[in-house]
C-alpha cells in the first residue's frame, strides 16, 4: 500500500471517559478494536521533531508501513494537515529498524 498525499486530522484532548463516551456516541457502527505498534525514528540530536517532520514505522495487522509527514501546513489548531507519503516495508527490513 503506497499513499501519498495531504493528511487531515481531526484531533482533541478529552477531559475524562465520560465526555469519550459522549464522542463515541455518535460514531457510526460497526467499531473494531484496532491493534498497532508505532515506532518514531529521529536522529540522535532529534533534528526531525526539530523541523517539525515524523519519520513513523507502524505495524498493524503483521503489516508494516514506514510514514512520512512534513510540517503542519496551518497554524495549530483542532484540524491540521500534513503532507504525507507512506510506504509498505517487507518484514525483514521492518525487524532491522525496530
Given at each position: 500500500?503506497?499513499?501519498d498525499g ?7 484532548m478529552l ?8 464522542i463515541?456516541?455518535l ?9 498497532q ?18 519519520l513513523?514505522l ?9 510514514t512520512?509527514k ?13 503532507e ?9 527490513l ?5
Amino acid at each position: 500500500m503506497a499513499g501519498d498525499g495531504i493528511e487531515r486530522e481531526f484531533k482533541l484532548m478529552l477531559r475524562d471517559a465520560a465526555e469519550r463516551a459522549r464522542i463515541e456516541a455518535l460514531l457510526p457502527r460497526p467499531r473494531r478494536l484496532l491493534r498497532q505498534r508505532n515506532i518514531f525514528l529521529d536522529t540522535e540530536d532529534g533534528r526531525l521533531a526539530a523541523a517539525r517532520l515524523t519519520l513513523r514505522l507502524r505495524e498493524e495487522n503483521a503489516a508494516w508501513l514506514l510514514t512520512a509527514k512534513g510540517p503542519p501546513l496551518a497554524a495549530p489548531g483542532a484540524l491540521s494537515a500534513r503532507e504525507e507519503a507512506e510506504r509498505a516495508v517487507v518484514p525483514a527490513l521492518a525487524a532491522h529498524l525496530a
